[in-house]
Each structure stands twice: as C-alpha cells, then as structure tokens.
C-alpha cells in the first residue's frame, strides 16, 4: 500500500507539475506598476507610483525584484532619501499557491526612508513587505493593502518605538 501511495504521489506530480512546484510566471524582466499610498506619521496619505523590476529566473522558481516610487514630490523625496529600498534587487519569497502560482509574495530587510515634513521630523521603516499576487497569464497583479503590506517602524525613532507602521496600499499592473 505504501509503495502505491508514493507511485500515484510521484505519477501526480510528473502529470500536473504545478503541484509539485509553484512559480513566480516565466522567465524574464517583468515590470509592475500602480498607483499607490505611503502613508507614516503625516495626517494624509501620500499619493505615489509604484513601479517593481521583477527578474523571474529558473523556470519560474527564483524572482527579485526592484522597487522605485515616483511621482509628487514627497514621493521622489523618500525615493531620493539614503536607505529607501537600498537593499535592492530583493529576493522574492512566494507562498500561498493557487493553479501553480504563489498567491502571496514578500521581501525581506525592505527600508523606507521619510524625509522631514514641515513639523513633522524625518522618520524610517525597515522589515518586510508582503502582498497579494495573482501571477498566473493572464492580468497579473500585485496588491498591497495594510495590514499586510506594512513595514515595521524604524530608525530614526522619534516616539520611542511606539510610532505607525510605513504603510504602501494599491495595486500593481503588470505593464
């Protein structure tokens, strides 16, 4: 009976190859856009475009990706401010698989750097930013909404710790 159950699991796996091994899509440069808003310590949003460099690799088991904000100038100032997504490309971790494709992506050691505001001073976020993704062909989409998407306050600490999560909410196309 056991040697059935690992047969049939291995002739499962050669026919639908998306159980045994989920993927990011195919290979090569693609690139997600959307508008999205940075929300911190300031009373509104900041309304911002979000474009991610995703390099898939591997039949579609590896992906990193590279984040860029742009657009008011709040936006490019945080983009501009030392530390704001310098650890990029990320490493791309998936989970969460539907049809073959992981429904839910992170990036780890993501830093988010918010330059002062009128009385507001500068302040920073740094841990993971996580997402809703739909990669399967078709209409693929990234979608950050809190609180999944938030990254954990960071230096400078202005409060003592006790300060707001940076914030990113929307969607992404795929362009």
């Known amino acids: 009976m056991k040697k059935f159950i ?5 002739a499962v796996a050669l026919i639908n190859p998306g159980v045994a091994l989920a993927n990011f899509g195919p290979d090569g440069t693609h690139v997600f856009e959307g508008d999205v808003d940075v929300i911190k310590n300031l009373p509104i949003p900041t309304a911002c475009t979000l474009t ?9 088991t590896t992906a990193t990706a590279t984040p860029v904000l742009s657009g008011a100038t ?12 310098a650890s990029a490309p990320y490493t791309v971790t998936g989970s ?14 993501v830093e988010i750097q918010i330059p002062p505001v009128a009385f507001f001073p500068a302040d920073g976020c740094l841990g993971n930013l996580a997402a809703a993704a ?5 209409s693929r989409t990234i979608t950050l909404t809190t609180p999944t ?6 230096n400078p600490d202005n409060f003592g710790g ?5 914030k990113i909410e929307g969607v992404l196309y795929e362009i």
């Open 6 to 10: 690992v047969t049939f699991a291995t």
């Open 52 to 60: 991610v460099t995703v390099v898939v690799a591997g039949g579609g």
């Open 96 to 109: 969460s698989v539907v049809g073959g494709y992981y429904t839910a992506i992170s990036l780890g050691g």
């Open 74 to 85: 709040l936006c490019n100032a945080i983009q501009a401010r030392a530390g704001t997504f």
């Open 134 to 138: 739909q990669l399967s062909p078709g």
């Open 149 to 154: 998407s938030d990254v954990t306050d960071g």
């Open 162 to 166: 006790t300060e707001n999560p940076c």
